[in-house]
Nanobody, 117 residues
Framework: QVQVMEFGGGLGQAGGSLRLTCVVSGSPGIFSFSPVSWYRQAPQKQRELVARIQMDGSVDYGNDVNGRFAISRDNAKNTVYLQMDKLKPDDTAVYYC?????????WGQGTQVTVSS
């Protein structure tokens, strides 16, 4: 079975940093041939795209996090990272790792990020 697992959530301080990790496994080629994204969902808000990284390394960011967050991937480890700098209380949300492979979507369980002011 395909597995998507997130690590690194927790408490952060406004202006500080956290790093989230996403590990994708379970099917040959799923990581190497798939884009990987981070989404987040805050209370009473819709899920929104945080960052996306393509197979060629190109990246896209949501407007609110552009310039503060950085997504990267390590294909050898089937791992995607989200470096979160200059945290704001508005970054508080459940963060989900997502990938689509062979027209099937795979989501992690989510990891809670809480940023105090």
């Amino acid at each position: 079975q395909v597995q998507v697992m997130e690590f690194g959530g927790g408490l952060g301080q406004a202006g500080g940093s956290l790093r989230l990790t996403c590990v994708v496994s379970g099917s040959p080629g799923i990581f190497s041939f798939s884009p990987v994204s981070w989404y987040r969902q805050a209370p009473q808000k819709q899920r929104e795209l945080v960052a996306r990284i393509q197979m060629d390394g190109s990246v896209d960011y949501g407007n609110d996090v552009n310039g503060r967050f950085a997504i990267s991937r390590d294909n050898a480890k089937n791992t995607v990272y989200l470096q979160m700098d200059k945290l704001k209380p508005d970054d508080t949300a459940v963060y989900y790792c997502y990938t689509i492979y062979q027209r099937t979507s795979y989501w992690g369980q989510g990891t809670q990020v809480t940023v105090s002011s």
